[in-house]
């Protein structure tokens, strides 16, 4: 081992000797074409390690580079889906508008928007997130003008709990479209259906009759759409007769509705 340590220590001044010696030395071409050869072969190996060597460095550079590049992409993708999101949030609100205004059934300024959030179809109750304030007992309807739920409760940073017409707590003074005195009581029975009670006997009503809420004294102050009866219950000993209404709603997919005030 230290015979071959001091042989590689000969060499390396060897070499020291002719590089200098080419150097600093006017000695002839054929000295120098010898000294030339005999040294290259050992410049080949360490400029091809030098090149090696920064061309190493350069990847790190150009990975540094990529890993920066791919953060500012992966930045811009996140503020593009955000944008995105607004986006369709805002496509969804408007076709929402527009599909409540065509039927003329309200003015677009008492609508508030609002996004369902939350469902408790087993409670029949829905949260939703609006951005104004609104007030409990206004009406909320569907973007179709279909009156689904009474406003319950409402909380901090604009949210509010909907008590839904099919709970067995709801109670809706009715009528059928196009007349003037109301009918009976709309009432949830705490299934998807709805029925209206103390119908009068001697009341006339026809399977695929309109069903519209009547305004009260609380916050309900126009008519609004609710269903179509789908089959009456008349006995000989009740005084009253029941009407059952239908909505066609499924509540499970309510995506945005409207507070009216």
Request: with cysteine; proline share 2%; net charge neutral.
């Amino acid at each position: 081992m230290r015979k071959k340590r001091n042989f590689f220590i000969w060499i390396v001044v060897l070499l020291c000797f002719f590089v200098l010696l080419n150097i600093f030395t006017s000695i002839s071409d054929t000295i120098r074409g010898r000294s030339l050869l005999l040294i290259s072969p050992i410049q080949s190996f360490f400029l091809e390690k030098g090149n090696n060597f920064f061309k190493f460095s350069e990847a790190l550079k150009d990975a540094e580079k990529i890993s920066s590049e791919i953060e500012k992409l992966k930045k811009e993708n996140i503020d593009l889906n955000s944008k995105l999101s607004s986006m369709l949030s805002l496509k969804e609100e408007n076709k929402a508008l527009r599909d409540i205004l065509e039927i003329n059934l309200i003015e677009k300024e008492n609508l508030i928007f609002s996004q369902v959030i939350g469902r408790d179809i087993l409670n029949h109750e829905i949260i939703i997130r609006h951005d104004k304030d609104v007030d409990v007992g206004l009406p909320v309807i569907t973007p179709e003008g279909i009156l689904i739920g009474i406003v319950e409760k409402k909380y901090a940073n604009g949210f509010a709990s909907i008590r839904l017409i099919t709970s067995s707590n709801t109670a809706l003074e009715v009528k059928i479209q196009n007349e003037d005195f109301p009918i009976g009581v709309l009432k949830g029975s705490g299934e998807k259906e709805l029925q209206i009670d103390l119908l009068p006997k001697n009341k006339s009503l026809y399977f695929g009759d309109f069903v519209v809420a009547v305004p009260d004294n609380k916050g309900i102050k126009k008519e609004f759409y609710v269903g179509r009866i789908f089959e009456i219950e008349e006995t000989d000993i009740e005084v009253f007769k029941r009407a059952k209404v239908w909505q066609g709603i499924d509540y499970r997919y309510l995506t945005h509705l409207f507070v009216v005030y």
